[in-house]
């Protein structure tokens, strides 16, 4: 079964008045924060030329499009044309937009009206530890971090989109993001007493799985 809820970024990686452009199952999302730290997903697609909401800018509670400054609020609906300034704007003029939340360091989206309590078993907050970008599917992402186990921890729970680990009296969630058939980010976070040393452990862990895994592609190839 297909988890509703994806994550698709660290929480402490999109920064108030900040956006940034991501893939899930292959198209293209917007992931923004506003001036007052609400999280906001969207498609990543200005409906007046198709150009990308990652590239524009977040003023207060609106962002805005590159192209032509077309601003939108945080409803996905167009407030403001500058080259119509007294336009009152069609409410036909919308960006898609999806359910969003944060649970254990993690931003996660969903469609509209999905129920956030799937998310309730995760810690409410958590420390970021690194985002890890592999060129393979999500399931097969899991996988192999099944079989290269950070020294001293084991799998305490899995779903169709996490792996929960347990040791060194800390819990580490990793949460897969589809990005498309082939590609996949997992978002790594830890809760507990989790050091600066531990953290440091666990992103040095991270960076050689990728490592390895790419290493095995190219022999492979």
């Known amino acids: 079964m297909t988890p509703a809820w994806i994550p698709v970024a660290l929480s402490a990686d999109i920064e108030a008045g900040t956006s940034a452009g991501t893939l899930v199952n292959g198209e ?28 524009g800018f977040v003023r207060g509670d609106h962002i805005a499009c590159l192209y032509h400054g077309w601003r939108y609020d945080t409803g996905g609906q167009c407030r403001y044309i500058p080259a119509h300034p007294d336009l009152e704007v069609p409410q036909t003029i919308k960006v898609p937009t999806f359910a969003a939340t944060e649970r254990a360091g993690i931003i996660w989206m969903a469609p509209e009206g999905a129920d956030a309590a799937e998310l309730s078993a995760l810690p409410e907050t958590a420390e970021p530890v690194r985002s890890l970008f592999l060129d393979m599917p999500a399931e097969a992402a899991l996988s192999a971090v099944k079989t290269a186990l950070p020294e001293g921890y084991g799998v305490s729970a899995t779903t169709a989109a996490t792996l929960t680990l347990q040791g060194n009296d800390v819990t580490v969630l990793i949460a897969a993001q589809p990005r498309d058939a082939g590609r996949t980010a997992l978002h790594i976070t830890v809760v507990g007493n989790a050091s600066a040393a531990i953290r440091r452990t666990l992103a040095l862990w991270a960076i050689d799985l990728r490592n390895r895994l790419e290493a095995h592609t190219t022999e492979a190839a």
């Open 28 to 55: 293209e999302r917007v992931v923004w924060r506003d001036d007052k730290g609400a999280i906001h997903v969207w498609e990543d697609r200005c409906p007046h030329r198709g150009m990308r909401m990652s590239f």
